[in-house]
Nanobody, 115 residues
Framework: QVQLVESGGGLVQAGGSLRLSCAASGLRFVRSAMGWYRQAPGKQRELVAAITSGGSTNYGDSAKGRFTISRDNAKNTVYLQMDSLKPEDTAVYYC?????????WGQGAQVTVSS
């Protein structure tokens, strides 16, 4: 059974930082591409950042220059370091694991940025 458990969300003031973590179990993490997506109220889910099994990264336009995705294969964990947060970053952030057969999703972590 695949499980993705996000942690690290919360309330932060504009300009602040947060680090999200996603602990994965039940899949071959080292061979999985991992990603972070977000969904704000009334909006579609959008890519924030992704990292391949080989460590290559890709960022959504809103995250470029402010967010950093990384992974620790020894801990089966992917991270999202978010700096210079803005109120428009407020959303539920979802961890995603992309394998050859399926896409898996975490339950989501709320990030709220106050102005």
């Amino acid at each position: 059974q695949v499980q993705l458990v996000e942690s690290g969300g919360g309330l932060v003031q504009a300009g602040g930082s947060l680090r999200l973590s996603c602990a994965a179990s039940g899949l071959r993490f080292v061979r999985s591409a991992m990603g972070w997506y977000r969904q704000a109220p009334g909006k579609q889910r959008e890519l924030v950042a992704a990292i391949t099994s080989g460590g290559s990264t890709n960022y959504g336009d809103s995250a470029k220059g402010r967010f950093t995705i990384s992974r620790d294969n020894a801990k089966n964990t992917v991270y999202l370091q978010m700096d210079s947060l803005k109120p428009e970053d407020t959303a539920v952030y979802y961890c995603n694991a992309h394998t050859l057969m399926f896409d898996y999703w975490g339950q989501g972590a709320q990030v709220t940025v106050s102005s």
